[in-house]
């Protein structure tokens, strides 16, 4: 490949060993796997999952589900409250495979009921702290809301679901912990609310910090991570992978080199990359971590080349190491993304996606 428009490549051998750890970790703790695939979006790195024995999923909409299910997968949850508009598309999956939906309103799960033709199970959003969305604990009102909007249709109730996102906020591995004990904790208590009612429910919890970090998860039943197959550079300033573990980077060219400020053009902005950042050093704002590119692979960090502004279409550059100071027009380089999730989500849809082994 040429790499001539920033293209996003992903290391085979290093998301398999990403897949591999996960799903034994899972097995390890007696947890169901249901990976959350937004993160790659790819039918061809979807596959990778099937290999390690993963046979249900996760994903964040109608539309993702119909491309994973036309990919042979038949157990599908989708892991975002029910958008009211694509009752009829659940409805549909719903007769060819099984499908799980999440509710946090009584009028989701009533919209749902009149739309199905065949059995659909559903998961009750539960905010655990991240206060995006969801059912805090406690609130049987709304509980009961949503269990009454769903009785008597050919909905089934499989239980309490929650993305503990606000790991991604923590500092260190430590936060990382307290927030996991304090959701799963949370999690398990709304699931003992309902159990007497509903004896076959389960717990389910799925940030990527919290399942790569932590090694106890009591109250929990299911995990569903998704970046980990990739990680970022987010991941790595966490501490939830090694900077050997970031399977993905976005390849880009140099467009100009500036020396008298130390800083390089390069082919990849908003539009590539997403505008998501990183506070380092004490707060100076980075979009992304530039390293050498060779022979189909990226190579190990050189210094602090990061990523310092982004516009549309462009990328600039700091140049620090000596690595970053000899680039010329024309060469390429890797840039780690901050967030793997939104770059992949910009650029395999584009069909700019490739795969090193």
């Known amino acids: 490949m040429n790499y001539s428009t920033p293209t996003f490549v992903a290391d085979e051998l290093k998301a398999r060993n990403n897949i591999r750890r996960m799903a034994e970790k899972a097995k390890a703790n007696g947890l169901l796997f249901r990976p959350h695939f937004k993160t790659h979006q790819s039918v061809e790195a979807g596959e990778w999952f099937r290999s390690e024995g993963v046979t249900a999923i996760t994903v964040s909409s ?9 990919a042979g997968w038949n157990d599908i949850t989708i892991a975002f409250p029910h958008n009211l508009h694509e009752s009829e598309a659940v409805a549909a999956l719903a007769e060819k495979i099984t499908i799980n939906l999440l509710f946090d ?8 009921a009149a739309a199905l033709r065949s059995k659909a199970g559903f998961f009750i959003k539960a905010d655990t702290g991240y206060h995006r969305a969801g ?13 009454g909007a769903a009785k008597g249709s050919r909905l089934r109730f499989k239980g309490f679901l929650t993305h503990a996102g606000h790991t991604y906020r923590a500092g260190d591995p430590e936060q990382v912990l307290a927030i996991h004990r304090k959701s799963t904790q949370a999690l398990a208590l709304m699931k003992a ?13 799925g940030d990527t910090p919290s399942c790569s970090i932590a090694s106890e998860f009591q109250g929990v039943d299911e995990i569903r991570p998704g970046n980990f197959v990739y990680y970022d550079l987010m991941q790595w300033m966490l501490g939830s992978c090694t900077f050997h573990q970031i399977a993905a980077a976005v390849i880009c060219p140099v467009i100009s080199v500036y020396p008298d400020r130390n800083e390089a053009l390069i082919l990849g902005g908003a539009v590539h990359l997403s505008k998501e950042s990183l506070q380092i050093h004490g707060g100076e704002t980075v979009y992304g971590l530039a390293v050498p590119f060779a022979n ?3 190579e190990d960090v050189q210094g602090d080349d990061y990523l310092t502004a982004l516009s549309q279409e462009h990328g600039i550059l700091q140049t620090n190491s000596p690595w970053a100071k000899n680039l010329k027009p024309g060469d390429h380089l890797a840039l780690i993304p901050v967030h793997s999730c939104l770059a992949a989500d910009l650029l395999v849809a584009k069909n700019k996606f490739a795969v090193v082994r």
Do not use: H, T
């Open 296 to 298: 189909g692979k990226w």
């Open 135 to 147: 059912i805090l604990p406690g609130d049987d009102a709304s509980i009961n809301a949503i269990l």
């Open 193 to 205: 609310g309902c159990l007497d009612a509903f004896p076959e429910i389960i717990a389910s919890a």
């Open 62 to 70: 109608a539309e993702m589900a119909q491309r994973f299910a036309g």
């Open 105 to 112: 309103n009584p009028e989701q799960a009533a919209a749902v």
